[in-house]
């Protein structure tokens, strides 16, 4: 089944411990992209990458790393949660940095993140 | 930044009744998509309006793009209670798509 995986689902973690989020498709997608939800916001993009090591910041990178090491894998990093990281995470892809443009995205199913 | 805006933010019908959803937006787009989330849950794709047609349908689903008036809407016809969820629309404005912050839908049975 084409799909794009995010774990964990959940997590709850402490301020200044690293984490990372894993994000993996089976599609060959070459652009994938973290965007983060919160109430009234909508989705804000946090970074994305249009293929392999190729990476750029979105609207809302600061806190967070990527890489971009391998086509299907596309990992979060929060070097340093705090508080205001607390949200709920999605991880997307397309075939092309353009085939949004004509399918759309495949979305993860998320993480909730709380760091207390 | 957002560049959609959803109206209304929340919106309760009866089962059977259309849903009316309208987006608004500021610049140019290439084009308008409109995705459905239930709680929690990832979004999905429903639909996709260029910015050179003027509607669109997909089963129960009407699009419709006004780009003179920077705005679309999305009309769910008979609507059920699996309809319940949240909807997005995301303009594509080239460089990258932009997410407004949705409308909720709730439609009781």
């Known amino acids: 089944e084409a799909q794009v995986t995010q774990n964990p689902r959940y997590l709850i973690t402490v301020t200044g411990k690293k984490l990372t989020v894993t994000c993996s498709q089976n599609?060959?997608?070459?652009?994938m992209s973290w965007y983060r939800q919160d109430p009234g916001l909508g989705l804000r993009q946090i970074y994305y990458?249009?293929?392999?090591?190729?990476?750029d910041k979105g609207d809302v990178p600061e806190g967070y790393k990527v890489s971009r090491k391998e086509k299907r894998n596309f990992p979060l990093i929060l070097e340093s949660p705090s508080p205001n990281q607390t949200s709920l995470y999605f991880c997307?892809?397309?075939?092309?940095?353009?085939?949004?443009?004509?399918?759309?995205?495949?979305f993860g199913s998320g993480t909730r993140l709380t760091v207390v | 930044s957002q560049q959609g805006e959803e109206d209304p933010q929340a919106l309760s019908i009866q089962e059977g009744e259309n849903a009316t959803m309208n987006c608004s937006y500021k610049?140019?787009?290439?084009?308008l998509q409109w995705y459905r989330q239930n709680s929690g849950r990832g979004l999905v794709h429903l639909i996709l309006?260029?910015?050179?047609?003027r509607e669109k349908h997909s089963g129960r689903l009407r699009v419709t793009l006004d780009t003179s008036k920077k705005s679309s809407s999305l009309l769910i016809t008979a609507s059920r209670a699996a309809d319940t969820a949240s909807y997005f629309c995301?303009?594509?404005?080239?460089?990258?798509?932009?997410f407004g912050a949705g409308t909720r839908l709730t439609v009781k049975p």
């Open positions: 997307a892809s397309s075939l092309s940095g353009q085939d949004w443009a004509n399918y759309g995205y495949t």
């Open positions: 599609m060959n997608h070459e652009y």
């Open positions: 990458s249009m293929n392999v090591e190729v990476t």
């Open positions: 610049t140019s787009i290439n084009n």
């Open positions: 309006i260029r910015s050179n047609e």
């Open positions: 995301a303009t594509d404005y080239g460089d990258d798509m932009r």
